[in-house]
């Protein structure tokens, strides 16, 4: 059943047109999640610990790519919604290009100030020499993250998110396979993960070029582009908040690091990456609805069907109601194996992993309300005020009380930091929701 942006949508057709974005989200983490599971296995906690230095900083850098995606497809979407088809090929076009040029210039910035970011971590001796191994090859490859992250938007908005999956598949299962061979069977270590993720990223970005370059089917097709700085701007605002939710979430992270390096050492940088693997995994559905629902809002505000508008708030809110149940759950039921896939070959480490997986976990009851709002708000081409939902989440709540709650509750404070960040969070989007209602007739 194919299902155009035009459609009416119940909650079945909803959640079918977003289901590929969400799996395609879910392979798209699997990147790092495979890494961390055979880099901890074959090569040892010391290891997964510099896994989990250096990629915070490429996923800060490489983030860009959802900035042009997320925002440009809505621009673009919304341009389709008003009947503009060439012209809307020819944005595509453009924000492609423009893509490029970020990807190399960030990849060049990253190698530059790998060093110095892993001497502020704390990092030292052999963790050092490990993390630089993995990111120096990382970086290599951004270019190509970045447009990988850019056409996942782009094929919801051709009306193709069921290519746009095959292809994210076709880049985790060669990311798998060659992690199996370079790392298992090879020995390679952090070099072979670094490889193996790689070639998972040129192979999911190499073929939607091809793809948009020759389809006859496709509703986005590279055209001459049109080179509008104003429309890159706008795309880069209206994605800013996708943007701020990646460079914030890694320096979260670096922030997790940096607290558990100081309270357990290299251990808690390994108990953190386990949790946070899980983590990526679970998240990775709101996001990737988030993502799949984006540019059916964008269409229809574009082509002013505001009571399909309200309809649509509505249906989502409920969804991820829902998907944040069925995670908590799982999360509290599968814990142990979970966890036991990264560090069970240590046992102490183990339990503070499992520990602190099982208070991380309520978070998923909440997070997903703000990053539907976020996304809702950028699908509404109101790039500021779901800026600001991803800034104050992220960057105000989220630092403020992983540095403040382990003085009072040391490791524990770390782990429940999530908690209270975004019980807050859930609050602010929920005022914002309300207080645009009229201005968007939703």
């Known amino acids: 059943m194919a299902i155009k942006l035009s459609d009416t949508f119940n909650y079945r057709r909803l959640v079918l047109f977003a289901l590929p974005s969400m799996v ?9 999640v495979v890494d961390g599971l055979f880099v901890s296995n074959f090569a040892g906690k010391d290891a997964l610990a510099a896994v989990n230095l250096v990629f915070p900083l490429v996923t800060a850098l490489g983030c860009i790519g959802f900035m042009l995606g997320t925002g440009g497809a809505a621009l673009v979407a919304k341009t389709m919604g008003e009947g503009k088809a060439e012209r809307a090929n020819r944005l595509f076009s453009f924000i492609f290009l423009a893509s490029i040029v970020f990807g190399i210039v960030l990849a060049l910035t990253g190698e530059a100030i790998m060093r110095p970011f892993l001497s502020l971590m704390g990092a030292e001796g052999e963790l050092v020499n490990l993390s630089i191994q993995y990111g120096q090859i990382l970086f290599i490859a951004l270019p190509f993250f970045v447009l990988q992250n850019v056409f996942q ?20 299962l060669l990311n798998i396979g060659l992690d199996y061979l ?3 069977v090879f020995g390679w270590g952090v070099v072979g993960a670094a ?8 192979l999911a970005s190499v073929v939607p070029i091809i793809y948009f370059a020759t389809s006859k089917t496709s509703r986005l097709r590279f055209a001459k582009p049109v080179f509008e700085l104003r429309s890159l701007g706008k795309a880069c605002v209206n994605g800013s908040s996708e943007l701020m939710t ?15 390096m100081g309270i357990a050492g290299a251990d808690g940088v390994a108990a953190y990456g386990a949790v946070m693997y899980v983590n990526f995994i679970f998240t990775a559905v709101f996001f990737g609805f988030a993502m799949g629902t984006g540019p059916v809002v964008s269409y229809n505000f574009g082509a002013q069907r505001h009571t399909e508008l309200k309809g649509l708030l509505k249906k989502s809110l409920v969804i991820v109601m829902i998907f944040g149940a069925v995670m908590f759950g799982l999360s509290q039921l599968l814990a142990t194996p979970l966890v036991n896939l ?9 339990n503070m992993t499992e520990h602190g997986f099982r208070i991380y976990s309520v978070a998923f009851l909440l997070m997903g309300f703000s990053i539907y709002g976020s996304a809702f708000f950028t699908a509404l081409n109101n ?11 992220t960057l105000v709540l989220e630092t403020s009380t992983v540095l403040l709650l382990p003085l009072w509750f040391g490791i524990d404070g770390v782990w429940s930091a999530i908690i209270v960040a975004e019980s807050c969070s859930l609050i602010l989007t929920a005022i914002l929701l309300v207080a645009f209602r009229k201005k968007y007739r939703y």
């Open 383 to 393: 790039g500021l005020v779901s800026a600001f939902i991803s800034f104050v989440r």
């Open 24 to 32: 395609m989200m879910v392979f798209s983490s699997i990147y790092s």
């Open 195 to 202: 490889i193996a993720t790689g070639a998972g990223q040129i």
């Open 342 to 350: 990264f560090v069970g070959y240590d046992q102490s480490l183990m």
């Open 246 to 260: 990646e460079i914030a979430a890694s320096i979260v992270a670096m922030l997790y690091n940096f607290q558990l």
């Open 153 to 172: 938007s782009f094929f919801v908005a051709a009306e193709k998110p069921h290519v746009g999956l095959s292809v994210v598949v076709a880049g985790g």
């Open 182 to 184: 370079f790392i298992g």
